[in-house]
């Protein structure tokens, strides 16, 4: 691109919002120019505005933006949205009655009829929603979201498994500290301990993976019509969702195509070469004890899932290990990555 677009952060000071900003230093197609978050944070620098908890320091570049309210009027036509779920449904939908296009990481629009819920190498065409959304809603802007952090590991796992039909998941996840913000996990709870719930990641993991794995039917998603069954736990790792997979598939394949369909999978991220996507989004590991989060979640900026212990199950019919990166391809670079998508379809200009 000649020209880069300017960009802007909904809730920039938190841990998502930083992330974000971490992630969109020197991105060549994007210009980070706005940062808005509460009022307390409003007027104020976001060196100031932000106490930084990210390795190193804030980008200096970053560092002496003024930051606004999170309202429509000064801000930038493209939007990554860190808001919290507590205020994030009144926001977007106030920017994007502006005439904003929203890219949101929050939970809050992720299960609406008209909203795509986007991984861009599973189901770009879920896109399509767009143009009922702004039919329907009368918006100038749009919303797009991604899925919840552990969703996108589960979703990328079994995404090149789809054509042998997914009649059954069962999926146990062991989820990183930083996938509940800061300060997140009291010390006392996490450290040498596993806490066996988290408020609403079961019902999330269960019903977006239907989505994602859906059928664009023009207006609508037809979602998966497969039966998918969650236990999700926090465990003392800093960064890194883990999940344990078992999946029953209806044209029975063999553990040699599986094999070859995790390994030969691609998609339209790859395909156009888009800034974020990682050359192989599934990575299979030949290791028996691999992936493990300390070693592999960080791996290709993180924007990779990797994929380990394919083996006969017993009660369904295979199971395996998947790992990815919580807060990068299961927050901000997620986010980046759909809006990357949709400046090559065009969706930008």
């Known amino acids: 691109m000649q020209t880069r677009i300017e960009v802007g952060i909904l809730g920039a000071t938190g841990m998502v919002g930083q992330h974000f900003v971490r992630?969109?230093?020197?991105?060549?197609?994007?210009?980070?120019?706005?940062?808005?978050?509460?009022?307390?944070?409003?007027?104020?620098?976001?060196?100031?505005?932000?106490?930084?908890?990210?390795?190193?320091?804030?980008?200096?570049?970053?560092?002496?933006?003024?930051?606004?309210?999170?309202?429509?009027?000064?801000?930038?036509?493209?939007?990554?949205?860190?808001?919290?779920?507590?205020?994030?449904?009144?926001?977007?939908?106030?920017?994007?009655?502006?005439?904003?296009?929203?890219?949101?990481?929050?939970?809050?629009?992720?299960?609406?009829?008209?909203?795509?819920?986007?991984?861009?190498?599973?189901?770009?065409?879920?896109?399509g929603l767009v143009p009922a959304q702004q039919r329907a809603r009368g918006w100038k802007g749009q919303i797009v979201t991604n899925p919840n952090c552990s969703t996108i590991v589960l979703t990328m796992a079994l995404g090149p498994l789809k054509p042998f039909g997914i009649a059954r998941i069962v999926a146990t996840t062991m989820q990183a500290i930083s996938g509940a913000g800061y300060p997140g996990v009291a010390s006392m709870d996490i450290v040498g301990n596993v806490i066996p719930f988290i408020g609403g990641e079961e019902e999330k993991m269960q019903q977006e993976t239907q989505k994602i794995l859906g059928e664009f039917r023009g207006d609508r998603?037809?979602?998966?019509?497969?039966?998918?069954?969650?236990?999700?736990?926090?465990?003392?790792v800093v960064d890194g969702h883990t999940v344990a997979v078992s999946v029953e598939f209806s044209s029975k394949p063999s553990e040699d195509d599986l094999r070859h369909a995790f390994e030969d999978f691609t998609g339209v991220p790859q395909e156009r070469r888009l800034p974020s996507a990682p050359v192989h989004?599934?990575?299979?590991?030949?290791?028996?004890n691999r992936p493990q989060p300390r070693q592999d979640a960080a791996r290709e900026r993180g924007m990779a899932a990797f994929v380990g212990r394919l083996r006969p199950c017993p009660a369904l019919d295979f199971k395996f290990v998947a790992l990815g990166h919580n807060t990068i391809r299961g927050a901000a670079g997620a986010a980046v990555l759909n809006a990357e998508l949709m400046q090559s379809e065009g969706m930008l200009d």
């Open 281 to 288: 989004p599934v990575i299979y590991m030949e290791e028996a």
């Open 221 to 236: 998603i037809e979602p998966l019509p497969a039966k998918v069954s969650a236990h999700c736990n926090r465990v003392p």
């Open 23 to 127: 992630f969109l230093e020197d991105h060549p197609w994007f210009d980070l120019k706005w940062l808005g978050a509460s009022d307390r944070s409003a007027g104020k620098r976001y060196s100031d505005a932000a106490a930084w908890h990210l390795s190193g320091a804030a980008p200096d570049s970053i560092a002496s933006l003024g930051v606004e309210e999170c309202k429509p009027g000064n801000a930038p036509r493209l939007l990554f949205s860190a808001m919290d779920a507590s205020v994030a449904t009144e926001i977007e939908r106030a920017f994007a009655q502006a005439g904003h296009i929203v890219v949101s990481n929050s939970r809050n629009h992720r299960m609406e009829r008209d909203v795509p819920l986007l991984v861009p190498e599973i189901n770009p065409t879920h896109l």
